[in-house]
């Protein structure tokens, strides 16, 4: 099973464009909305939406009459082999047909006076709503062209698997066109509304707004001026394919999911088609079907630490008696009995535990005693906050590999830095790791000196990059996909606030660790201030070996600085 890959568009998902148009009003940026029909059926009726809808087949005849980019232009920038210019082309037509605002000029490019053209206008947008005309006909007929030198690509959305109706979207923004008013067709365009994007969010409104409607609203709401929210458009140079998953909630009921929302990536691997939408929590004791060799069960045990609980898994051949239990959890009977209903009639052979903190390795010996497993792992190294009662069988190499069946493989892969004793496990045949805590999912792992060491984490964090993988099965929360893409992330974060570190050092002068927290975590909460002092001084001890901190009796200063004199009141060494 690989990473699912949403930006193959299925061939069956209407064609569609939509035309984001923007201005300067008394608020700040304004945007052009409208409310759609009432339709039975239709997951659009009375939504608040952009001028668009889908593409036409004459819309190619209207490429000769085009100012601006040809087809070959407009195909690149859409990521497109050919047809990008469609796009274009519909969503001015349908902006035109909708809320009655023509994008065009002269023949020869230069500004055109569409008002004297007003009569015949009105007349060609009633033809074309009712598909009696063609934009080409009407720029052939009125000596205009269409004027698309001012659009820029802003978005492209998919509609859920499992949705009867798909789209494939392209959004484009656009300035108002001077001189020319707004107004409504009365059929899809019920009523237009110029706004701002926080009035449109707000919920007083009542507005129905699509989650893509929602999403753009949420994206332009930091611009205060049109030309500057256009600008950013024009500028971008990736378009990600966005689309929505549809899991369940608790009471069953469906809920959209994007993809930067923690369960969207695992929806799709188990439900690519949506036929069967899953339950988008992560329930205490309930056994997931991660895949035919994969069975996730977690931990009551949620917390700050902890996000939702622990989560142990089972893995095995699929056509295997055998499980192997990755991370057994806390000493907690209930879930030592979730994760033996999990396993069925199959016997669990191996613990393994990823390291020794406490809410991971403590219950190996419980289900090893339950099912006369051998328990795997590294000991726990002589400092506080470990399970000093972890007593492996078995140490593993790093490299080993633990044979299950005949597809399926497990391999040690050391990862110090979180803690010394740190072992992740990649399924080879799925290019999935379990990463107990050196990757989580949605924010960043502790490093807590003195086992936590911040230069041997971001060297194992690079050491990942080597490998082939599609996913991560984190020791807290819901499979990730794209794994590389995040331990880049990840390390760019270490490094950043590495570099707030040594401002730091430098504004402030010789400080403790605790005066350094609140310039380097500005962006935590300060109830998050002491867990956020251990990485801190991982961060310092990392820069002092390197040269780039130094310290004397738990006062830290940048090298060239001179040290403060230690008084009765200074404490000693916090390492």
């Not at 251990?534 to 001890?541: E, N, T, V, W």
């Amino acid at each position: 099973m690989t990473t699912p890959e949403p930006h193959r568009t299925p061939t069956d998902a209407r064609k569609a464009a939509s035309l984001i148009v923007l201005r300067d009003g008394a608020h700040g940026l304004e945007l052009l909305m409208l409310q759609r029909a009432e339709r039975a059926g239709d997951m659009r009726s009375r939504a608040v939406v952009f001028p668009g809808g889908v593409l036409d087949a004459a819309d190619r005849h209207a490429h000769h009459f085009v100012v601006g980019p040809d087809d070959a232009a407009a195909s690149a920038r859409l990521g497109l082999p050919e047809g990008g210019l469609d796009y274009l082309v519909a969503a001015v037509r349908e902006a035109f047909e909708e809320v009655g605002l023509l994008l065009a000029c002269a023949s020869d490019g230069s500004a055109a006076d569409l008002r004297e053209r007003a009569t015949a206008l009105a007349s060609w947008r009633l033809r074309l709503q009712q598909g009696q005309g063609t934009m080409a006909e009407m720029c052939s007929a009125l000596d205009l062209r269409l004027d698309l030198r001012a659009l820029h690509y802003h978005s492209h959305w998919l509609t859920p698997p499992g949705v009867a109706q798909r789209f494939d979207t392209r959004f484009f923004t656009v300035l108002a066109p001077a001189g020319q008013e707004a107004v409504a067709d009365l059929g899809e365009a019920q009523e237009l509304m110029w706004t701002t994007p926080a009035a449109a969010l707000d919920p007083a409104r009542g507005w129905k707004l699509l989650p893509v409607t929602r999403t753009t609203l949420q994206r332009l709401t930091p611009f205060t001026r049109a030309a500057d929210a256009h600008a950013e458009a024009g500028a971008r140079r990736e378009f990600p394919l966005n689309m929505p998953r549809i899991g369940r909630t608790g009471d069953g009921k469906p809920k959209i999911f994007l993809p930067w929302d923690y369960p969207w990536a695992e929806i799709g691997r188990v439900d690519p088609d949506g036929r069967d939408p899953p339950l988008a929590e992560i329930v205490a004791g309930r056994a997931v079907r991660l895949s035919p060799r994969i069975v996730r069960v977690t931990a009551p045990n949620p917390g700050v630490m902890t996000g939702p609980g622990t989560n142990a898994y089972l893995v095995g051949d699929a056509g295997g008696d055998g499980w192997v239990l990755v991370d057994p959890g806390p000493d907690d009977a209930s879930h030592r009995d979730a994760i033996l209903a999990a396993a069925g009639t199959r016997a669990i052979t191996h613990v393994l535990a990823t390291h020794t903190h406490p809410d991971h390795s403590p219950g190996a010996a419980a289900i090893a005693r339950a099912s006369g497993a051998a328990v795997w792992g590294l000991r726990a190294p002589p400092h506080p906050g470990q399970d000093h009662g972890f007593a492996p069988d078995h140490e593993p190499a790093d490299g080993e590999c633990l044979v299950l069946g005949p597809a399926t493989t497990l391999r040690a892969i050391h990862t110090p830095g979180h803690a010394s004793n740190h072992v992740c496990w990649l399924l080879q045949e799925e290019r999935l790791l379990f990463t107990g805590d050196h990757v989580m999912q949605g924010s960043t792992v502790v490093i807590n000196p003195p086992d936590g060491d911040m230069g041997a984490y971001l060297r194992s964090l690079q050491a990942l990059l080597a490998l082939e993988l599609d996913w991560f099965a984190p020791g807290h929360g819901w499979l990730v996909a794209q794994p590389h893409a995040l331990v880049r992330a990840l390390v760019a974060h270490r490094r950043a606030r590495e570099a707030k570190v040594v401002e730091a050092l430098a504004a402030l002068g010789p400080c403790a660790v605790e005066a350094l927290v609140p310039s380097v975590y500005d962006d935590v909460p300060a109830d998050r201030f002491p867990i956020a002092a251990r990485s801190l001084l991982a961060h310092l001890l990392a820069l002092r070996d390197d040269g780039a901190a130094a310290e004397s009796h738990g006062v830290w200063r940048s090298p060239g600085a001179a040290a403060a004199p230690r008084t009765s009141g200074d404490r000693p060494d916090a390492r």
